[in-house]
């Protein structure tokens, strides 16, 4: 079952795969200029709204149908190539731009010793895109 997708990942739930996100955080808000003013409080001024933020994490396991390593690459990619996506979850986006990834950091969990890795924690920071 698909849950949503992003980047051109699907983010599913099967007997066969399991690639979802968790801890799922946004951060909204909207910039504002303070005015000093003599002998008076400071005036707040309206500026505009912020770029929504995201972050969340994925749990990479060989053990899931998921090929850690290709999947943390592929994600790696996408955020030095400066690539913009719609980040959907259900059947709509969450957004109405689409996000780009500002950071990514990534957690080793298990390597075989052979070098393969079996289980690995990905957060991704994504950002509005306009």
């Not at 200029?33 to 400071?42: E, I, L, P, Q, S």
């Not at 959907?88 to 390597?111: L, M, Q, R, T």
């Amino acid at each position: 079952m698909a849950l949503g997708s992003f980047m051109g990942q699907t983010f599913t739930v099967s007997d066969r795969k399991i690639l979802t996100p968790s801890n799922l955080k946004g951060q909204s808000g909207s910039e504002w200029a303070t005015h000093n003013r003599t002998g008076a409080k400071a005036r707040s001024q309206w500026i505009a709204p912020k770029l929504k933020k995201y972050s969340y994490d994925l749990l990479l396991r060989a053990q899931d149908g998921v090929n850690p390593r290709s999947v943390m690459q592929h994600f790696q990619d996408c955020a030095e190539r400066a690539v913009a996506d719609y980040f959907i979850v259900g059947n709509s986006p969450i957004s109405p731009y689409p996000f780009k990834i500002v950071d990514i950091s990534d957690e080793w969990a298990a390597v075989l010793h052979s070098g393969v890795m079996v289980e690995c924690k990905v957060t991704l920071t994504i950002e509005e895109y306009l």
